[in-house]
């Protein structure tokens, strides 16, 4: 019996299925992400970058010391997006806007993490789950 | 990789133009786009192309390898484990449709089938386990993007229990002590994995503790009966697997030991805790005593008995007494691949050496050999070759358990380029056709990034490779190959791929899904080697599709320009049969692009592997692995030690 993490379907269409989420992700995820330790943050969408391998979201945040703090964020490809009820215009409608990301963290601490939930402006949830989970 | 992966990957996933699409999000719904009746009935068909490439009927073996039984209907199944009086199946049982999988229980003698599960869609079941008196059955479950493990009644009756939610994501649940106390699971990425065990007393706030940790992946941890110690299987950094023994307990610094020497499998305690069975690289079910107390020990393996078929079954689950072996049958059977030849009508013209498991086949530059992958009938090896086409005489490129992909041939025909798969990177090598002398790394790319090749340019200075949907193109420059960097040559919104340079390296043709998700079609753009990007515009050559999987598999569609420039080949993608469907376009480039309509050139019956370099270079000829019967000097009934 073989390791198979996920069913085989999965593995029929991207191959080995502990290569999988790296392969898509483009990079060893939990080389550079901790899953344990996962942030959530709130606050203005800045930026968006959708091209592959991955698509990036610059959010700026308020400190507790009243201070702007820029928290990058990390999602799946844009293909992922594209043949669900999200895309590129949904995240570029928030910009400027309050939005709210689950993170899980990266392993250096930095203000950067790997997008588990990504709450748009307009309310919308977005899970890149179970991919960067 | 397992046979049913690889052969999945090469008659269906490949067949199925399927972008690099990761699964559907949690819970979300399907846009528009997506659900429009022709994205349906192509998703349609392409799982009717998944199932019937691929489902099996689970099967029960004796120790002999003897059939002697069958369980439920042909499904897609996984993770199927008896339970611990033989008399029931646990399996995994994939629903395409539903894009998710849920567990199911089947009754041996009486085929009575339960339903333990009903996911919602893109959420699954993994890894069932009966606990000890097989009154339970504990299984960990993603849902709403939160994996966990549960726990229910064997007899399907009740509600479930959650035991212990996973903070991260794919546990590799395959252990219940024999006490009843503990759960054995593993985590691993691609940089190592770690073993860990779950106490069931206490709430859902149960904490796991860490058994072992090692750079290498472990999966498949089983508990010894008397629950002291832990089979598991590691992947090394070269993808070989092992069966490894170690204590549960942390603080006993004995281990780990390896018993195997190449293993298809985890290990199986069986008779007490008195074996331990594994199935061996060549499909010999092998068996090792071993003692566990004062302290672990063990015998060399022995044979019990070996699996002589080509196309090997997948064993799943060893009963604990060592008289049934639960497997999953080659879903096409036992066929072998022939290589031949075929014309531009789409008649056979050659058959070049003896069946086979071929994967690939590709022409050398000149037509006169054929680069081809071929996994060993006896290690299960898989690696390339150059085959002379007249002589079918054979050259070893390769030899080691390393996943190669992407072969292509220099356009001198002097070498051979290939990415393998080595600790979780893909670094990407190239080895004289000759096979003289060692592989040369050429570069190396972000550490666990998929780098596959699609060209190399005529004059040998730069590769061109995919990577997560985009196209780099890698400067041969120096002789540092950590020096080496890739210049993103066309990195957007859409997945592009599988670029080939124009004869007269004016052009590329390349495939994208920019004109419909989950579809690529081929375009043709120019191309500038010394500019960073490409220039804007774009001719698309095929109008209805183009077949193969992502370069991620390794096996990228056939994509060709014939040597003058004037036509460029493809093989259409086919969602209503498994046929292969070559095409053509005419293309002129000067004084202005134009491109003509594609025309079919020939069909053939399939499931048909292709892959890129399978088209002669005038473009006449196509090298094909022919699906065929096991020759019956090849086939040889299962043989047993005692």
Same mark, same amino acid.
């Given at each position: 019996m073989i390791p198979k993490p996920r069913p085989s379907w999965f593995l029929l269409i991207v191959f080995a299925a502990l290569l999988v989420s790296q392969a898509q992700a483009h990079h060893n995820m939990t080389a550079v992400f901790d899953f344990n330790d996962r942030v959530t943050f709130t606050g203005t969408l800045t930026a968006v970058d959708w091209r592959n391998p991955h698509t990036y979201f610059t959010v700026e945040v308020k400190g507790a010391n009243g201070a702007i703090e820029s928290w990058q964020s990390e999602g799946p490809a844009p293909s992922f997006f594209r043949i669900r009820d999200v895309g590129k215009a949904d995240f570029e409608a928030s910009v400027g806007k309050t939005v709210t990301v689950e993170v899980s963290r990266a392993r250096d601490k930095s203000r950067f993490g790997l997008i588990r939930t990504f709450t748009l402006a307009n309310g919308k949830v977005v899970s890149a789950c179970p991919q960067n989970c | 990789?397992?046979?049913?992966?690889?052969?999945?990957? /090469?008659?269906?996933?490949?067949?199925?133009? &399927?972008?690099?699409?990761?699964?559907?999000?949690? @819970?979300?719904?399907?846009? +528009?786009?997506?659900?429009?009746?022709?994205? *349906?009935?192509?998703?349609?068909?392409?799982?009717?192309?998944?199932?019937?490439?691929?489902?099996?009927?689970?099967?029960?073996? =004796?120790?002999?390898?003897?059939?002697? @039984?069958?369980? $439920?209907?042909?499904?897609?199944?996984?993770?199927?484990?008896?339970?611990? =009086?033989?008399?029931?199946?646990?399996a995994i049982k994939d629903d395409l449709e539903n894009e998710s999988a849920d567990l199911w229980v089947f009754d041996v003698g009486t085929g009575a089938?339960?339903? #333990?599960?009903?996911?919602?869609?893109?959420? #699954? *079941?993994?890894?069932?386990?009966?606990?000890?008196?097989?009154?339970? /059955?504990?299984?960990?479950?993603?849902?709403?993007?939160?994996?966990?493990?549960?726990?229910?009644?064997?007899?399907?009756?009740?509600?479930?229990?959650?035991?212990?939610?996973?903070?991260?994501?794919?546990?590799?649940?395959?252990?219940?002590?024999?006490?009843?106390? &503990?759960?054995?699971?593993?985590?691993? =990425?691609?940089? $190592?994995?770690?073993?860990?065990?779950?106490?069931?007393?206490?709430?859902?706030?149960?904490?796991?503790?860490?058994?072992?940790?090692?750079?290498?992946?472990? #999966?498949?941890?089983? &508990?010894?009966?008397d629950g002291r110690y832990l089979s598991y299987v590691v992947f090394d950094k070269a993808e070989k697997r092992e069966v490894f023994v170690c204590p549960v307990d942390p603080a006993v610094h004995e281990g780990p030991w390896q018993i195997s020497d190449g293993s298809l499998t985890s290990g199986y305690w069986v008779h007490g805790g008195k074996e331990l069975y594994y199935v061996a690289r060549d499909q010999a079910v092998m068996a090792t005593e071993v003692t566990t107390s004062p302290s672990f020990s063990f015998s060399k393996p022995k044979v019990l008995f070996r699996q002589k078929d080509p196309v090997p079954s997948d064993l799943q689950n060893i009963s604990s007494d060592g008289e049934r072996f639960l497997v999953l049958p080659p879903a096409r059977g036992q066929e072998l691949q022939q290589l031949t030849i075929f014309?531009? $009508?789409?008649? +056979?013209?050659?058959?070049?050496?003896?069946? +086979?498991?071929?994967?690939?086949?590709?022409?050398?530059?000149?037509?006169?050999?054929?680069?081809?992958?071929?996994?060993?009938?006896?290690?299960?090896?898989?690696?390339?070759? *150059?085959?002379? !086409?007249?002589?079918?005489?054979?050259?070893?490129?390769?030899?080691?358990?390393?996943?190669?992909?992407?072969?292509?041939?220099?356009?001198?025909?002097?070498?051979?380029?290939?990415?393998?798969l080595l600790d979780g990177d893909w670094p990407v090598y190239r080895k004289a056709a000759d096979g003289a002398g060692k592989e040369e790394l050429l570069f190396r790319h972000t550490p666990g990034a998929f780098v596959g090749l699609s060209d190399v340019s005529a004059d040998g200075k730069f590769l061109v490779c995919d990577s997560g949907g985009v196209v780099m193109l890698v400067p041969l420059t120096g002789s540092d190959p950590a020096a080496r960097k890739p210049i993103e040559y066309m990195r957007d919104e859409f997945d592009e791929s599988t670029a080939r340079i124009s004869p007269d390296s004016r052009f590329i043709a390349y495939r994208s899904d920019e004109a419909k998700p989950e579809r690529f079609e081929v375009y043709v753009r120019p191309? =500038?080697?010394?500019?960073?990007?490409?220039?804007?515009?774009?001719?698309q050559v095929s109008k209805d599709g183009v077949f193969g999987a992502n370069t991620f598999f390794g096996f990228p569609s056939m994509l060709h320009w014939r040597a003058d420039g004037k036509e460029i080949l493809f093989r259409a993608l086919e969602l209503d049969s498994n046929d292969l469907v070559m095409m053509a376009a005419d293309v002129e480039t000067t004084p202005a692009v134009r491109v003509g309509t594609?025309? !079919? /050139?020939?069909?053939?019956?399939?499931?048909?592997?292709?892959?890129? $370099?399978?088209?002669?270079?005038?473009?006449?000829? #196509?090298?094909?692995?022919?699906?065929?019967?096991?020759?019956?000097?090849?086939?040889?009934?299962?043989?047993?030690?005692?």
């Open positions: - | 990789m397992n046979h049913r992966i690889q052969r999945a990957v /090469l008659f269906t996933a490949a067949s199925l133009c &399927f972008v690099l699409t990761p699964c559907q999000t949690l @819970g979300q719904e399907l846009n +528009a786009e997506a659900k429009s009746k022709e994205a *349906v009935e192509a998703r349609t068909k392409r799982n009717a192309q998944i199932f019937q490439n691929n489902a099996s009927i689970l099967t029960l073996l =004796d120790r002999y390898g003897k059939p002697t @039984g069958k369980v $439920g209907e042909r499904a897609m199944y996984e993770d199927a484990v008896l339970s611990p =009086d033989g008399k029931r199946v646990a089938v339960t339903r #333990f599960t009903t996911s919602a869609r893109t959420e #699954f *079941v993994t890894t069932p386990v009966w606990s000890p008196d097989g009154s339970r /059955l504990v299984y960990p479950a993603m849902r709403k993007g939160q994996e966990a493990v549960y726990m229910r009644a064997a007899n399907g009756q009740g509600s479930e229990e959650l035991l212990y939610k996973n903070p991260g994501a794919f546990m590799d649940l395959t252990g219940w002590s024999a006490d009843g106390r &503990f759960l054995a699971f593993a985590i691993s =990425d691609i940089k $190592g994995g770690s073993l860990y065990i779950l106490p069931l007393e206490g709430g859902p706030e149960r904490k796991t503790t860490e058994v072992l940790h090692s750079d290498l992946r472990v #999966f498949r941890p089983r &508990f010894s009966p014309d531009q $009508g789409g008649k +056979a013209v050659k058959k070049v050496g003896d069946p +086979a498991l071929y994967s690939l086949g590709a022409f050398s530059p000149e037509g006169n050999r054929l680069l081809v992958m071929k996994k060993d009938l006896d290690t299960g090896q898989e690696d390339l070759w *150059v085959l002379a !086409v007249d002589t079918a005489k054979a050259t070893r490129i390769t030899d080691d358990t390393r996943f190669k992909v992407t072969p292509l041939w220099s356009p001198d025909g002097k070498y051979i380029f290939y990415s393998a191309f =500038d080697a010394t500019k960073p990007a490409p220039d804007e515009k774009k001719w594609p025309k !079919v /050139l020939f069909r053939l019956a399939g499931p048909v592997n292709s892959s890129l $370099g399978g088209v002669s270079r005038d473009g006449q000829r #196509f090298v094909l692995p022919i699906n065929v019967p096991v020759p019956p000097d090849k086939t040889a009934q299962p043989s047993g030690a005692k």
